[in-house]
């Protein structure tokens, strides 16, 4: 702050110094005078460089500061925010978000407010030395800053809305590349290259038209500033002139004074130009702050219970729930899975297998009823906690950029090599990884690269292994690993089940017989739960399934 | 990716951005209508200080009013053109770099949609969304305003100097001593910031990659409660952005404040030189104001290059990350005499066909020969990575075989064009992507202009249309990017009518109903049973599942790349081990309660 009004008196006293050198000495040819003054002028020049070196830093490491924190909040709130908000959300619109409108941000951070704190002080400095030069040639060109406000509230309005808009087309065309580069694969299965080419075209060219329509009003601004500006200069000439043919003031103190306009002007003109400026920023500001202020999970309650050293018994009672209102997915689900055993839920698709599964890690909260481990209440516990102790493997594996040791370590950070090659082994994984040209350092790309679908399993399936997780839950872990790959981590798994909790999910049927329960269900109720043999006695959903998988009997 | 990232930093220079620029060909009239604006605006702004000071000089000292009058009502017109001018440069400048923004971003998409396979197995999205956005948008910044502002600033620099000299020789002397010292601390400072460009355009790059797989991953982040872990990764790309960026704004804050000292030591120079011949009666008042304002528009120039050889550096290092992508060779490309592909009655033909990925020593796929009849149905089992997929995925030309020939009806698939091959070949990916849109829009991808019938029969065919009809609004319900809302095994099935609205020639299902319950897989296949064969169409199937392999025509049991084994269902379980491996537990295990529940 002192730096600034240093920066600003150092700024005001230049021109001062100048006039009163033209005025005093050169005009009176006093060369001893002159230098005088050029000596004060070139410590008064020193002090401002200083001053405005401190100022640019300052006002620079602020802006950037607030700009990292900015980036974290808003990565802090999506891992908060709950699942649901992704579901409908397209990648690409978010990556937007925190990308592009974080840097219009930026931009006028790194551009436009460095200038403008150090202008506004010049500002208020130039405007007293001005006055106490000459106050009516300075309230005669004072004048004409209200027709400035007046211009500058005029365009900003427009250029806010024009900003919106090109705000939202460049959110649209990331998200659909996004969406279109991940896709590009069916894209070219399907001949729709050219398509969404075309389609693309449009988006890109909407962006294009919007940038230009809001640069229309941005550059109509500036010169309509200037104008006024130069307009003001041309009065101070005219007044001015009148004023020294009058007598009233020296040519001196004219001539300063016009640098001192200039000087005026260019402030003004600067933050008249940042409030432009300022409305691309805070249309994207707007987009941020959409996000931040999404409602996050609720928190964990603040007397939140430890997992650790759980048995594991889960019971579900007579949970029902919902994603949108009104429209329930699972009705009155009610059951309890004893420590250790391995519950198998079956179904057609779409019966609400995988939305009771994802239940219990609280993916997403029960709608009414509760869903419990060892009898709490699972809402009563840290989301962390509980999560740490649930092993899932997804229907879709996902892995993340980095090694394959990387990949598996994720399960449970810290972990050592021998532990991660353990956990590989575990699953029959440990063969292909060292078939591969670096064997557990070689880098995957994003999704996995070149390894196939099945292989992308095992991995996720190894990083669960590697939690050590009290419950295990696997949907439709297995469907795409070929049955003798399966039947060797089906061994594993069975030691690996004993003494845990287990939620399966799966539709070859073979890999569920074993299982201690198994819960049929139809339109996300229960219909059916008993054993294998129990079931396929009762003859009815179960029965029907195992029956049709094995349409026709194999005589060997 | 990483190397991409060295890449672009290796090759910044003047070439690449040289040829960003040359997309400004495009917009020729808007470029050179903005730098002519550019111009008189310059030429407004010269004019202006020689106004006042004559104003000074022969209107005010003087004490003649209408003199003043005049130069008062020059510096209204003045400032009108100049306005007038300003806002044509601007206007005409965006226009033409948003347009070569539009054509670079055309030109890299269609690029992208046309790449092969083999690309996206090795790449990040996040880094191509990044290079189509980001990188883009810093060779726009410069290549609208910046170029018009270079080609200016140079203009302005000779003008302001010719002016000084015609004004003033001696002074102009004096004045223009600091511009040896301003150029030399800019190019000092060119210098420090160029390769910290770089540097914030990669860690940015970094960090977006982060943000990228945080967002996709999302449920695997949850499930494994690695918020923290994540959060912890973010902030460390973070910091170092920002420390990165603090060390810019270092660079910024030594050097430019200097750029200023010097630039106020010239007008200091100006005046104590200048008062001291206005003393001795060689200078008017008047001349040495406007020469004082003239060395300011002298001044005015070199920072502007200043700054924009900073954004030149950037925006060069941005033009050789683009043209990395638009440079990248397309692996599979119609040939120059291909001719489109005639209805097929779809006899394939394996002919010793070998597959390795490009830069990879290890064989994918290992002297690979078979053939079927037009109607055949072929069923691929292996273990996991034994290249089932790569097998089919040669069939649409995803990846072009390095060794032997896929022919269908005996056209090497090689010499048809692209188009015409990929319009007959129906398909159902391994993992089932859905676009956001309708569920409508999904089933008529290959096919948009598809009536309401085609798709709901498609639909019906994949044992889709029941609950398709269950959703909120039917056909027409809204489904995400990622088709959330519907189980695996319903987007599955959406996906399989997908394929079958097309009513392709070859259909080819990955593993499509790995995630479909038994019931419903039945039910489909016994629809695809009928329908291919009522139209004898040919149907590639890999599968996991006994029920799915066992009426096929042929099977064909890949191991590690070769066929280890190929016949029929009851052919195999007599000679193959392996087939008998594969589905071991299915056959060994099952009949006995299977026969039972049959009756």
């Not at chain 1, 006093?30 to 008064?44: E, K, N, P, Y």
């Not at chain 1, 150090?118 to 030069?133: E, N, Q, R």
């Not at chain 1, 198998?344 to 993916?363: C, E, Q, W």
């Not at chain 1, 594993?492 to 004993?498: G, I, P």
Request: neutral net charge; contains cysteine; proline residues 3%.
């Amino acid at each position: 702050m002192v730096l600034v009004v240093l920066g600003a008196v150092a700024q005001a006293g230049g021109p001062w110094l100048i006039g009163r050198a033209i005025d005093r000495f050169i005009l009176q040819g006093d060369a001893a005078g002159l230098a005088r003054t050029m000596m004060f002028l070139l410590a008064v020049y020193a002090l401002g460089t200083v001053a405005s070196r401190g100022q640019v830093f300052g006002i620079g490491s602020v802006a950037q500061r607030l700009l990292a924190s900015l980036r974290a909040r808003i990565f802090d709130r999506l891992q908060h925010l709950p699942l649901r908000f992704f579901d409908r959300r397209p990648i690409g619109d978010l990556m937007s978000r925190v990308t592009n409108d974080v840097d219009t941000l930026n931009q006028l951070f790194s551009q436009g407010l460095t200038q403008l704190l150090g202008s506004i002080f010049s500002l208020v400095g130039i405007l007293v030395a001005m006055l106490v030069l000459q106050w009516n040639l300075a309230l005669a060109c004072f004048a004409i800053i209200p027709i400035m406000v007046l211009t500058t509230a005029l365009f900003a309005r427009r250029a806010r809305q024009a900003f919106r808009l090109t705000r939202e087309t460049v959110g649209d065309v990331s998200a659909g590349l996004q969406e279109d580069i991940v896709g590009v694969r069916e894209a070219q299965a399907f001949n729709r290259t050219e398509r969404n080419i075309a389609r693309f075209r449009e988006r890109n060219a909407a962006n294009r038209d919007a940038n230009v329509q809001a640069v229309a009003i941005t550059s109509a601004f500036s010169p309509a500033i200037d104008v006024l500006s130069t307009l003001a200069t041309a009065l101070v000439i005219g007044y001015g002139g009148y004023l020294v043919f009058a007598g009233s003031i020296s040519v001196g103190v004219l001539t300063a004074f016009l640098i001192y306009v200039q000087q005026f002007f260019r402030p003004v003109q600067l933050a008249s130009q940042f409030y432009t400026q300022a409305q691309s920023a805070l249309a994207g500001a707007e987009r941020i702050y959409n996000i931040l202020d999404e409602e996050p999970e609720p928190p964990d309650p603040p007397d939140a219970r430890k997992v650790g050293g759980i048995e594991g018994r889960v019971t579900f009672g007579h949970v029902t729930f919902a994603y949108e209102p009104g429209r329930p997915v699972l009705r009155d689900v009610d059951f309890e899975i004893e420590p250790g055993q391995t519950v198998a839920l079956v179904g057609p698709t779409g019966a609400g297998k995988t939305t009771i599964a994802s239940l219990i890690p609280r993916f997403y909260d029960a709608t009414e009823g509760a869903v419990g481990i060892d009898g709490r209440d699972v809402r009563e516990y840290a989301r962390k906690d509980l999560r740490e102790n649930i092993g899932i493997v997804l229907q879709e594996s996902f892995l993340f950029s980095g090694t394959i040791a990387d990949n598996i370590g994720y399960g449970r950070l810290g972990a050592s090599r021998e532990e991660i090659e353990a956990a590989a082994g575990t699953v029959d994984a440990h063969g292909f990884i060292s078939e591969l040209p670096d064997g557990y350092d070689t880098p995957l790309g994003e999704g996995g690269g070149s390894l196939s679908q099945g292989q992308r399993q095992l991995l996720s399936f190894a990083r669960a292994v590697l939690t050590d997780p009290r419950i295990l839950i696997l949907d439709e872990a297995t469907s795409n690993i070929d049955t003798r790959t399966e039947k060797v981590i089906q061994n594993a798994l069975a030691t690996l089940l004993k003494g845990r909790t287990s939620v399966v999910i799966a539709h070859r049927l073979s890999t569920i017989r074993n299982a201690d329960l198994i819960l049929a269900v139809r339109d996300g109720r229960i219909v059916e739960r008993g054993t294998h043999d129990e079931l396929l006695a009762l003859g009815g959903l179960y029965a029907d399934l195992y029956r049709r998988q094995f349409r026709e009997p194999v005589r060997s | 990716m990483a190397d991409g990232e060295r890449d672009g930093e290796r090759n910044a220079g003047p070439g690449p951005l040289r040829r960003a620029l040359g997309y400004l060909r495009s917009y020729k009239r808007d470029s050179i209508g903005a730098a002519l604006a550019l111009m008189l605006v310059s030429g407004a702004n010269l004019v202006a200080p020689l106004l006042v000071g004559r104003a000074i000089d022969t209107g005010i000292a003087p004490r003649r009013a209408d003199v003043l009058a005049y130069v008062v009502a020059g510096l209204a017109a003045v400032a009108l053109a100049r306005g007038l001018f300003t806002f044509l440069q601007g206007y005409l400048a965006e226009r033409a770099s948003q347009g070569v923004a539009y054509d670079l971003r055309d030109a890299l998409f269609g690029q992208m949609e046309r790449l092969s396979f083999s690309y996206y197995d090795r790449v990040q999205t996040g880094q191509l969304v990044q290079r189509l956005t980001n990188d883009v948008e810093q060779i726009r910044s410069f290549a609208g305003s910046g170029v018009v502002q270079l080609a200016n600033a140079v203009v302005m620099l000779i003008g302001a100097a010719a002016l000084l000299f015609y004004l003033d020789w001696r002074l102009a002397l004096v004045a223009l001593a600091v511009v040896p010292a301003i150029a030399l601390l800019l190019v000092r400072f060119v210098r420090l910031i160029r390769p910290l460009f770089g540097q914030v355009q990669q860690t940015l790059g970094r960090l977006n990659t982060v943000l990228q797989e945080d967002l996709s991953g999302v449920r695997v982040i949850r499930a494994f409660a690695r918020e923290d872990y994540e959060t912890a990764r973010y902030k460390a790309v973070n910091d170092e952005l920002l420390g990165r960026n603090l060390q810019t704004v270092r660079v910024f804050a030594n050097n430019f404040p200097f750029v200023f000292l010097l630039a106020n030591l010239g007008t200091l120079a100006i005046v104590w030189f200048g008062g001291w011949q206005v003393i001795s009666g060689r200078l008017s008042i008047g001349e040495l104001v406007a020469f004082n304002t003239l060395l300011g528009f002298m001044l005015f120039p070199i920072l502007t290059i200043g700054f924009l050889s900073a954004n030149i550096s950037r925006a060069g290092a941005s033009a050789a990350r683009v043209f990395e992508i638009l440079d990248a060779p397309l692996e599979v490309v119609d040939k120059p005499d291909a001719s489109p592909l005639p209805l097929l009655r779809c006899r394939v033909e394996f002919d010793d066909v070998s597959f390795r990925y490009p830069g990879s020593e290890r064989e994918i796929l290992r002297g690979v020969s078979f053939a079927v009849e037009p109607g055949s149905t072929v069923a691929i089992l292996g273990t996991t990575g034994s290249g089932k997929s790569t097998l089919v995925n040669l069939l649409p030309r995803f990846y072009d075989a390095t060794g032997g020939a896929v022919r269908l009806d005996g056209h090497d698939v090689r010499d048809v064009t692209l188009s015409s091959l990929r319009a007959q070949i129906g398909m159902v990916l391994q993992e089932a992507r859905l676009f956001s849109g309708t569920v409508r829009d999904n089933v008529a991808f290959g096919k948009p202009d598809a009536t309401d019938e085609e798709v709901r029969v498609a639909a019906r065919a994949a044992q889709a249309d029941g609950f398709i009809r269950g959703l909120s609004d039917g056909y027409e319900t809204v489904i995400g990017e990622r088709g959330v809302g519907l189980s695996g095994g319903q987007r599955q099935r959406i996906a399989i009518a997908r394929a079958l609205l097309v009513d392709p020639r070859l259909l080819i299902l990955d593993d499509s109903t790995s995630a479909v319950d038994a019931e419903t897989e039945a039910a489909i296949q016994e629809t695809l049973d009928r329908l291919m064969r009522e139209k004898h169409r040919t149907v590639f199937v890999i599968a996991q599942r006994i029920s799915t392999v066992r009426d096929a025509d042929l099977i064909l049991v890949l191991d590690e790349g070769a066929v280890g084994a190929m016949g029929t269902h009851e052919e195999l379980r007599s000679t193959s081990e392996l087939y008998n491996e594969i589905l071991g537990s299915q056959i060994v295990d099952e009949p006995v309660a299977a026969a039972g529940g049959d009756g």
